[in-house]
T-cell receptor
Framework: QQQVKQSPQSLIVQKGGISIINCAYE??????FPWYQQFPGKGPALLIA?????SEKKEGRFTISFNKSAKQFSLHIMDSQPGDSATYFC???????????FGQGTRLTINP | NAGVMQNPRHLVRRRGQEARLRCSPM?????VYWYRQLPEEGLKFMVY????????ESGMPKERFSAEFPKEGPSILRIQQVVRGDSAAYFC?????????????FGEGSWLTVV
């Protein structure tokens, strides 16, 4: 019940395209859903986060869509750029980011 | 950029030795978290500490692993008698507070290799 399932494991998108990564969870107590970006040899960096009282949040080219009834949330990267090539992790937490449960990660490659 | 500082960045230990990983939180942050990342996997929560207190250690292995965050100085993650399966990246994160609305910031990690 504590799992967060992320898909796909890897994704290749052409420059300028839309990258979509999906996550699903079971624990309805989760109240915080962040997305992290990680480059090789670096720590995860917070990209964008959402709480269950909203269905969508947009920050620049990054959008989180949240479906509370389906217990799913997704990250959309518009106008994907080669610099977006990284591993992306979704996560979920109870009472904020105190104890996050991470998905397995998606390795995104943007082809120029 | 006075972010979360971790050292050493890379550490090689022989089986049976001890590993000590240090973490200095961001300025003004009093909450520290340790996560472990195995190769090709997501991060797994290990422990959450405040100054001089362990708040939640539900993710810590029962043996050989310990963590502290003293009143003065960095947080320390200690692994005794390391085994090959301990090889991983260990990430520290910090925050100003806990609960709804908090954000945690990760350091660049300490990569432990056990040979």
């Amino acid at each position: 019940q504590q799992q967060v399932k992320q898909s796909p494991q890897s994704l290749i998108v052409q420059k300028g395209g839309i990258s979509i990564i999906n996550c699903a969870y079971e624990n309805t107590a989760f109240d915080y859903f962040p997305w992290y970006q990680q480059f090789p040899g670096k720590g995860p960096a917070l990209l964008i986060a959402i709480r269950p009282d909203v269905s969508e949040k947009k920050e620049g080219r990054f959008t989180i869509s949240f479906n509370k009834s389906a217990k799913q949330f997704s990250l959309h990267i518009m106008d994907s750029q080669p610099g977006d090539s990284a591993t992306y992790f979704c996560a979920a937490g109870v009472q904020g980011a105190q104890k996050l449960v991470f998905g397995q990660g998606t390795r995104l490659t943007i082809n120029p | 950029n006075a972010g979360v500082m971790q050292n050493p960045r890379h550490l090689v230990r022989r089986r049976g030795q001890e590993a000590r990983l240090r973490c200095s939180p961001m300025k003004g942050h009093s909450h520290v978290y340790w996560y472990r990342q195995l190769p090709e996997e997501g991060l797994k929560f290990m422990v959450y500490l405040q100054k001089e207190n362990i708040i939640d250690e539900s993710g810590m292995p029962k043996e050989r692993f310990s963590a502290e965050f003293p009143k003065e100085g960095p947080s320390i993650l200690r692994i005794q008698q390391v085994v090959r399966g301990d090889s991983a990246a260990y990430f520290c994160a910090s925050s100003t507070r806990t609960g709804v609305g908090n954000t945690i910031y990760f350091g660049e990690g300490s990569w432990l290799t056990v040979v």
